[in-house]
């Protein structure tokens, strides 16, 4: 015990979060006391409130961090290649594979995002998951907007709401796969990977430049 007081805060922090992380993944948020919490972790519920104040700071953490994996996952696929429609299939199977590796971490970043920042209460960690929210929008509407100017994306196209749509659509999409993969499989006679892939070509023709062919 005597050695485990000497670790850093932040290691004690990360014990906590990743135990309530596990709990909320398998009970979800509201089951999940801070008894649970302290148990799994191997704390008594007193040291638990040390570190955090209530379990709405570690899930505020635990949302952070979560965007911030979403954030390092879209900036891996921008960057590795320069060609539009290449690079909305690396957006695509990056957010598939985030979801299979992090998947109470994807729900959680299609959840709400609290923007009440002067709150008295408010979690420090808030603020940072918007701002890293904001910073994946951009890229995102750097993608589009650079796709427009190459002329492979159809111009016209309202940024910020067509960002929302493709979070909204791409997400629900993968989610959708992985809860229905059975019925998918059976009636469609379709893997789940070629489900999504056509669902992710369906949403790509909708942002298309139309070319106009010679009769």
Same mark, same amino acid.
């Given at each position: ?13 990360? *014990? ?33 409130? /040390?570190?955090?104040? *209530? ?5 505020? /953490? ?33 957010? /598939?594979?985030?979801? #299979? ?9 299609? +959840?709400?995002? *609290?923007?009440?920042?002067?709150? #008295? ?11 890293? +929210? ?16 190459? +002329?492979?994306?159809? #111009?016209?196209? =309202? ?5 929302? =749509? ?12 992985? *809860? ?6 059976? #009636? ?10 056509? +669902? ?11 070319? /106009?062919?010679?009769?």
């Amino acid at each position: 015990m005597a050695r485990r007081k000497k670790e850093p805060r932040s290691v004690h922090r990360g *014990n906590i979060a990743s135990a309530a992380e596990k709990l909320f993944s398998e009970k979800g948020t509201e089951a999940t006391s801070m008894d649970d919490i302290a148990k799994a972790a191997g704390y008594s519920k007193a040291t638990l409130y /040390v570190y955090f104040q *209530n379990k709405e700071e570690i899930i505020s /953490v635990l949302a952070m961090e979560s965007m911030q994996k979403l954030y390092d996952c879209i900036s891996d696929a921008l960057e590795i290649e320069e060609r539009t429609r290449e690079r909305y299939y690396l957006i695509c199977q990056g957010l /598939v594979q985030y979801q #299979e590796e992090f998947p109470y971490y994807f729900k959680v970043v299609l +959840g709400s995002i *609290n923007m009440d920042f002067d709150r #008295e209460q408010c979690p420090p960690a808030d603020k940072e998951t918007f701002l890293i +929210g904001e910073a994946i929008n951009e890229k995102i509407a750097r993608f589009l907007q650079e796709g427009i100017e190459s +002329g492979e994306l159809r #111009e016209g196209i =309202a940024i910020k709401p067509t960002i929302f =749509a493709f979070w909204g659509m791409l997400s629900g999409l993968i989610q959708l796969a992985d *809860n229905k993969e059975k019925y998918i499989t059976q #009636e469609m006679q379709m893997s789940k990977q070629q489900f999504l892939q056509a +669902g992710f070509e369906t949403l790509y023709k909708s942002m298309v430049k139309e070319t /106009v062919t010679k009769g």
